[in-house]
């Protein structure tokens, strides 16, 4: 089986590594045990199998591990689901949670559910965008709050079949058909100028310029 490993979903982009040193840096609401995130999001890809999320320990007293987990809401289960430490300084650190592929996801809504086991008295806080709508179908919530912003993440996907990635690769402002049928075009003209060129050439060859004798 051929598989392919890349950077799926909106968190791809809007996840990227851009936490530089506190500059222009947006914090979601305390996270704590009777306060769960919850952020909705548009899966376009199959095979999600890693996240990735920005944190730091609350003001006072920084929870000691976050409860991770991946939900699908029309059903309200959870595909996958993890408690990892948080071990993050005051200006935070990636938490990267990685699980076996999820397959069955490619177009549906998503949800990520992050919270502090219960029993921990202490909270965390999460880099969000500075502004909402950064994913498809996004919604930030801090306990029964909607956010002003979007949780900033990033995640992977492993693919067994290398169009998939080729197609979301070109669609992600694109529907995947339309991003296809842009792929087919430009190769066909890039084969079409391979031919015109081979053509040339082949004629270069058969006809030679005669050289001029002399007079």
């Given at each position: ?26 914090w979601s609401a305390p996270v704590t045990s009777t306060t769960p995130l919850v952020q909705t999001f548009w899966s376009e890809v199959d095979g999600l199998d890693s996240a990735s999320f920005y944190a730091r320990p ?124 842009a792929f087919v075009a430009t190769l066909a003209v890039v084969l079409a100028s391979l031919l015109v060129f081979l053509c ?16």
């Amino acid at each position: 089986m051929l598989a392919t490993h890349a950077y799926a979903l909106w968190g791809a982009s809007f996840g990227a590594p851009s936490h530089m040193a506190g500059r222009h840096t947006a914090w979601s609401a305390p996270v704590t045990s009777t306060t769960p995130l919850v952020q909705t999001f548009w899966s376009e890809v199959d095979g999600l199998d890693s996240a990735s999320f920005y944190a730091r320990p609350a003001a006072g007293l920084g929870a000691r591990s976050v409860a991770l987990a991946l939900v699908d809401p029309a059903t309200g289960g959870r595909l996958v689901e993890a408690t990892v430490p948080l071990d993050a300084p005051p200006e935070g650190r990636w938490i990267d949670w990685t699980f076996p592929p999820v397959d069955g996801n490619r177009q549906r809504p998503l949800v990520f559910e992050i919270g502090v086991p219960p029993g921990d008295p202490g909270g965390v806080q999460f880099e969000v965008t500075p502004d909402p709508g950064a994913y498809i179908a996004g919604r930030l919530y801090v306990g029964p709050r909607e956010q002003w912003a979007d949780l900033r993440f990033r995640t992977t996907a492993v693919r067994s079949n290398p169009w998939a990635g080729l197609t979301h690769g070109l669609g992600r402002d694109w529907p995947s058909g339309h991003a296809l049928l842009a792929f087919v075009a430009t190769l066909a003209v890039v084969l079409a100028s391979l031919l015109v060129f081979l053509c040339g050439l082949t004629e270069a060859v058969r006809w030679p310029t005669q050289p001029k004798l002399p007079l």
